[in-house]
């Protein structure tokens, strides 16, 4: 949905993904099947503005990850990436009951691997030389059980946060 969205306003899309989307892209987004624990078959310093939206918590190597799509982005170019809010009351009060993440128990696994804080994400986005200009917060989550969305703002109630980063030119 997010790819037919973003084909409205650029010239092209590609989407990287190991399962084809259900429905067919349109006609400006390019499909491509890849698993991305392995090299990304995009060439270097190729895209403008890269999106992975709850993806980084599917992957064995969260580095890797972050070290190929540092390597996708053009000079200059942003990336925004999102992933469960592990700093989230819900998910802090899941860790100190179980003694796991909210959404990194059995039933979301072997989907989500890796479990990651803002912290590590700091880290990581570092290492591979971007430079991390803003957090984003859902505001949103849904209380346990009773299934009922609350809507508050900030990192303590949101089941989702997010990092908007750059690639700086060599020269900067």
Same mark, same amino acid.
């Given at each position: 949905e997010f790819s037919r969205? @973003? #084909?409205?306003? #650029?010239?092209?899309?590609?989407? @990287?993904?190991?399962?084809? +989307?259900?429905?067919?892209?349109?006609?400006?987004?390019?499909?491509?099947?890849?698993? @991305?624990?392995? #090299?990304? +078959?995009l060439p270097d310093d190729s895209v403008d503005f890269g999106f992975?939206? !709850?993806? *980084? !918590?599917?992957? !064995?190597? +969260?580095?890797?990850?972050m070290r190929q799509f540092a390597r996708i982005l053009k000079p200059g170019a942003f990336g925004f990436l999102t992933t469960p809010n592990n700093h989230s009351w819900a998910s802090k009060l899941t860790f100190l009951l179980k003694g796991e993440h909210r959404r990194f128990q059995n039933p979301s696994y072997p989907a989500h691997l890796t479990a990651l804080l803002q912290c590590d994400l700091?880290? *990581?986005?570092? !290492?591979?030389?971007?430079v991390r200009l803003r957090w984003i917060y859902s505001n949103c989550d849904t209380l346990p059980r009773l299934h009922w969305s609350i809507r508050l703002p900030g990192k303590a109630f949101s089941d989702s946060m997010g990092v908007l980063f750059q690639k700086l030119n060599p020269a900067s």
């Open positions: 969205t @973003l #084909s409205q306003c #650029s010239d092209s899309v590609f989407m @990287l993904d190991f399962y084809r +989307p259900e429905g067919a892209p349109s006609e400006r987004t390019t499909f491509v099947q890849t698993d @991305l624990n392995t #090299s990304w +078959p992975a939206l !709850e993806v *980084i !918590e599917h992957v !064995e190597n +969260p580095r890797h990850f700091e880290r *990581i986005v570092a !290492e591979v030389r971007l």
